[in-house]
């Protein structure tokens, strides 16, 4: 059974979060807390960023009784800005309810709830978020509520650029490649980002199979036996298929406008639509996440019939592709010099494919059973466990090694011990300078995670501490997972809940041309937006140089406030899995 909430009324509960005007911020912005809420039983924390209070109260909303007192503790922060702040731990207080924080100075935070599935209707709002990124479809309002919009982008007659040209398809041949994602703030598609974006939620579905299936979230295919995040999924699975040559296996890097639509609907641009050159990394993106699909949709033959099979053998044509050509770099520039017209959207250019070849072998092995996949590519080339991105995408494979290791067949010497070692390591590397962190969480630790998407960089660091929690059932890193979380929902030098619609402080102008384009206040919910940059690559002023103070809610800064599906990607795995062990680990009782 999928737990949700009533079709039309998914839209309208989400902004029950965000619709206070935002005079409300000054009052409450030294205050900086997860604005949702907590678990009963799971670390509490607020910081309070006015370094001459002392002690704090919870107070309980409904009649502004105290019933918690503490002492504030000062972090002396030694990293990024420098700054000092206080921590209000109120941990120990475990009532359901719903309250806020009083400072000694009279400073309030705004409200938050404690309870049981606290982020549960996060969960719902984060993956929602991809089916208002559908492209060549509308978007009723029995789905879609206020951003109900025309369908655009039919992609059902996209040419073959000149530099994806080949005997089979010469320049100008017409192909169909319908649905799929809209890849960010843009209209257009692409393998590399959508690869790393399946994959992490392709390996949500597998680590907890049993949340993922009681989440409903309203749309089309809800009343089916699928799982809603499944569903959605195949969404950009078909569309994936279909950037594959059928001639030669190899698939093409992203279908795009040679330049970028204005901000404006989906339904109202009319340029011309290319798939262009086909590339390693877009090809082994593929081969992973149509072996990783493959094995995953098999349980649901009987509603999906032949796609399962139809993904494994895709699969295995990219793979053979990709070891005739093993070093086919998409490089836009080069592209451009050669051929009209000129494509100047997203590159997702890469020169490095091994941690491709990695993350594919692995998929292909696990799936088949067939060892000579893995034993095509060193596994493990060195002990670096590099974060997820679309750029590096080893790690992916490693986890999903690690997740399979009761049913590996021919199992590969000691590497699963030595994969295991190497992640318990990173994520006690990831705990190290908590303690001197602003904000109490494990985010900000170096001045380094401030770049572009840095709130994509805080989700993923909270997956490898969950996979650090999977091997080792030590809390400590669930904990450090669950800070992460507290930091993308306010807990931050910036004050903002950085996911659209939830929380009272949250993005209103994401750069995200729905939201700007479709005359409503409110933007599309669910989408977490870049984050605290300073970079300025966009040009935009910022209100602040310090790394973790870099972000404006601004629609025109794309450094700051973008969305895109690879950023929303571990922002659900995240909050699913936090959920997901919330009963086991005792934050909360059933």
């Not at 295919?221 to 078909?238: C, F, K, T, Y």
């Not at 490089?331 to 070849?357: A, L, S």
């Not at 030590?474 to 996911?499: H, I, M, Q």
């Not at 794309?558 to 950023?567: L, R, V």
Request: aromatic residues 10%; neutral net charge.
């Amino acid at each position: 059974m999928k737990i949700g909430f009533p079709k039309i009324c998914i839209p309208v509960y989400l902004f029950l979060f965000s619709y206070v005007s935002h005079a409300q911020n000054k009052q409450i912005s030294d205050i900086r807390l997860n604005q949702i809420g907590f678990y009963p039983n799971a670390p509490k924390i607020a910081i309070i960023t006015d370094n001459s209070s002392i002690s704090f109260n919870v107070v309980r909303s409904t009649d502004n009784s105290k019933v918690f007192h503490g002492e504030l503790k000062k972090i002396r922060a030694i990293t990024t800005s420098q700054k000092e702040t206080l921590i209000a731990d109120f941990s120990a207080f475990n009532k359901v309810g719903r309250y806020k924080i009083e400072s000694d100075k009279g400073i309030y935070s705004s409200t938050f709830d404690i309870k049981p599935a606290v982020h549960h209707t996060l969960a719902i709002a984060a993956v929602k978020a991809y089916y208002y990124q559908r492209a060549s479809t509308a978007l009723p309002e029995k789905y879609a509520g206020k951003w109900n919009r025309l369908a655009g982008h039919p992609d059902d007659q996209v040419l073959i650029h000149p530099s994806a040209a080949s005997e089979q398809r010469p320049v100008g041949t017409l192909i169909s490649a319908p649905g799929g994602w809209y890849d960010a703030g843009d209209y257009n598609k692409y393998i590399v980002n959508s690869g790393v974006t399946m994959g992490t939620m392709l390996s949500l579905y597998e680590d907890f199979p049993d949340y993922v299936k009681m989440v409903n979230t309203n749309i089309p295919e809800s009343r089916n036996a699928v799982p809603d995040l499944i569903d959605e999924l195949i969404w950009n699975l078909r569309w994936m298929l279909k950037m594959q040559d059928p001639n030669d296996g190899g698939v093409y890097n992203k279908l795009t406008n040679a330049s970028f639509d204005g901000m404006v609907m989906p339904n109202i641009t009319r340029l011309p639509r290319y798939v262009v050159q086909k590339g390693t990394a877009a090809t082994l993106d593929f081969a992973a996440v149509t072996a990783q699909a493959g094995r995953l949709l098999k349980r649901y033959e009987k509603d999906l019939p032949g796609l399962a099979d139809s993904c494994l053998a895709s699969s295995k044509r990219a793979w053979a592709w990709a070891i005739k050509n093993p070093g086919m770099e998409y490089d836009q520039h080069m592209i451009n010099e050669k051929f009209r017209p000129k494509v100047t959207t997203g590159g997702y250019g890469d020169k490095n494919f091994y941690d491709e070849f990695i993350w594919a072998a692995v998929e292909l092995y696990i799936t088949t059973g067939d060892v000579s996949f893995y034993r095509a590519v060193n596994i493990l080339p060195d002990e670096r466990m590099p974060l997820p991105s679309w750029g590096n995408v080893r790690l992916l494979g490693y986890y999903s090694l690690l997740r399979n290791e009761t049913k590996l067949i021919d199992k590969p010497n000691n590497d699963i011990e030595i994969l295991k070692e190497r992640l318990i390591k990173t994520a006690d590397r990831l705990l190290v300078g908590v303690s001197h962190t602003p904000y109490f969480a494990v985010m900000g630790q170096d001045q380094k995670d401030f770049g572009w998407g840095s709130n994509s960089l805080a989700a993923n660091q909270g997956i490898a501490l969950i996979q650090a929690y999977k091997i080792s059932e030590d809390k400590k890193y669930l904990d450090a997972a669950l800070s992460n979380l507290d930091y993308l929902l306010g807990r931050n030098a910036t004050g903002y809940s950085f996911v659209t619609g939830i929380g009272v402080n949250t993005p209103m102008h994401p750069h995200h041309r729905p939201s700007v384009a479709d005359k409503i206040v409110d933007p599309i919910p669910g989408l977490l937006v870049g984050g605290p940059n300073p970079g300025k690559q966009d040009g935009i002023a910022l209100p602040s140089s310090i790394p973790d103070e870099a972000y404006v809610d601004n629609q025109g800064s794309f450094a700051t406030n973008e969305i895109a599906i690879n950023w929303n990607a571990p922002l659900v795995y995240l909050v699913y899995g936090i959920e997901a062990l919330q009963f086991k680990t005792g934050y909360a009782k059933r």
